[in-house]
């Protein structure tokens, strides 16, 4: 599947992979992250540069929006929500300013604290 938008120019499909690397890219500029998890293995390792979209999942909607869930890894000693609510500003910024698909919800959840 893919998400659509109409603009003056017609209509365009963005794939949710596409998507997936956008969130990525966004929320690693994040302070506090550490990287993502897989979502059906849990805090077993860190995901590698190839496999950004196992720790996110993009759901599209009806009316043309999108869903985010993120599967983080935080470092051990950050507030936690401060960390969230960065990522969340970051990547609905970065995804509605990039795509110009709307994001109705972002949730971030956290499998994992890697101590240093």
Known sequence: MSAKVNNKYGCIEIDKQVIAQIVYRA???SYGLVGFSQKIKGIVELLKEGNIAKGVK?????NNTIEIQLFVIMQYGINIATVANNIIERVKYSVENDTGIKVSKIDVNVQGIRVK
Do not use: R
């Open 27 to 29: 929320a690693m500029e």
């Open 58 to 62: 993009v759901t599209e909607l009806e």
